[in-house]
């Protein structure tokens, strides 16, 4: 029994000191992990943490230039040699942003054109974006315009095979020249075979010549060639701050078929009505015996309708106009106007009393009943 009980003591003696064995290996090993790990992790976020950024003039710089920080390199762009714009390029157009891109883009080249135009030409056809290639065309153009534009001009005749770039350049140039000579401008883009190339650069370069001087346009008007760019500027003229809105309607009258006078004059009387109402109509009461401005007195009684606060003072208007299509589409619309803006609806028909039968005074009509079924 003794033998029996020694052997049991002897077994868990043995179990015990094994456990304890296990426990401070496995505490050493820890340790002795937790020693070699913590100073690597350690050296490791601090090295990070002190890696220098690249610099903003650099290939690796500017590719991670944000929408924050981009105007940072434009300083450093306008000062480097040529050798150094192709790796500033290539940096660019990694650059994940494309507003950062297109922004940066003009002002590489334009100090690359300023170095080597043709470098720059031949770089820039090289973009696979269209939409860099674009930006890259308009910095150099902008450029090379200032200097000798009717080059400008030939090159951009030589893009046969990219009609996209090549409509967006000659846009750029002629908008640009326009602003010193709109009509040797027009003249050169009326030779434009491609009718919609021809009609959008027309259209560039009339607003361009707006934009510089609104009366010598409108005294060139009655000899202003090619045709289209007349009808463009006829069209749009009318609405340019400052322009003599009663000039202009005196050239509109001369045109030479009813359709233009009619839709002209509706677009003129609309601009004047907008900046001189009062004024506006005068001119229509002065000239209501041409029946080329029904339309135009559908606009001119609409702004009034909307305006004007005495439902007696239009119905006084009114009366001033020559029984008839002037008077009933300036009434009629007049009167549309009036109800719409919540005045009132006996008022409203004693204006429209003024009207003979027409569709005009129809839809007044029809605008009144609504009026009255939803008080």
Avoid at 5 to 28: K, N, Q
Avoid at 85 to 111: H, I, K, Q, S, Y
Avoid at 206 to 221: I, K, N
Wanted: proline share 5%; hydrophobic share 45%.
């Amino acid at each position: 029994m003794k033998l029996v009980l020694w052997v049991l003591l002897h077994a868990l003696c043995a179990v015990v000191g094994f456990s304890l064995a296990s426990g401070e290996t496995h505490e050493s090993a820890e340790k002795t992990t937790a020693a070699s790990e913590g100073p690597k992790s350690k050296v490791a976020v601090d090295v990070h943490a002190f890696q220098p950024l690249p610099k903003i003039g650099s290939e690796a710089g500017i590719a991670v230039l944000s929408y924050e920080n981009w105007a940072e390199a434009i300083h450093p762009i306008s000062q480097m040699s040529l050798e150094e714009l192709p790796a500033m390029l290539r940096g660019l157009l990694r650059n994940p942003f494309p507003e950062v891109r297109r922004r940066l883009l003009r002002f590489l080249f334009e100090r690359w054109a300023s170095l080597d135009l043709n470098g720059a030409l031949t770089t820039l056809r090289g973009l696979s974006s269209p939409q860099d290639k674009e930006s890259a065309m308009r910095a150099v153009l902008d450029l090379w315009v200032k200097t000798d534009a009717d080059a400008a001009l030939n090159w951009l005749g030589t893009l046969h095979d990219d009609s996209v770039l090549q409509e967006a350049g000659i846009g750029v140039v002629l908008y640009r020249k326009a602003a010193k000579d709109p009509l040797a401008s027009a003249a050169w883009a009326d030779q434009i075979e491609d009718a919609f190339l021809r009609e959008k650069v027309l259209a560039q370069i009339g607003l361009s010549w707006m934009s510089e001087d609104v009366a010598s346009v409108l005294a060139a008007l009655p000899t202003v060639e090619p045709k289209r760019l007349r009808d463009q500027l006829l069209a749009k003229l009318c609405y340019r701050d400052g322009v003599d809105h009663a000039a202009g309607l005196e050239i509109v009258s001369q045109l030479p078929t009813h359709a233009e006078r009619s839709h002209l004059s509706d677009e003129w009387l609309s601009g004047f009505v907008n900046d001189k109402p009062l004024e506006a109509f005068e001119w229509l009461r002065a000239h209501s015996e041409r029946p080329e401005l029904q339309k135009a007195a559908d606009t001119v009684g609409s702004q009034l309708g909307a305006t004007v606060k005495s439902g007696a003072e239009l119905h006084a208007m009114a009366l001033q106009l020559p029984a008839g299509p002037i008077r009933d589409a300036f009434a009629a619309r007049a009167v549309e106007q009036w109800i719409l803006a919540g005045r009132s609806v006996p008022e409203a028909q004693a204006l429209l009393s003024l009207c003979g039968p027409c569709i005009e005074r129809d839809s007044a009509q029809l605008t009144i009943d609504t009026k009255l079924a939803k008080p």
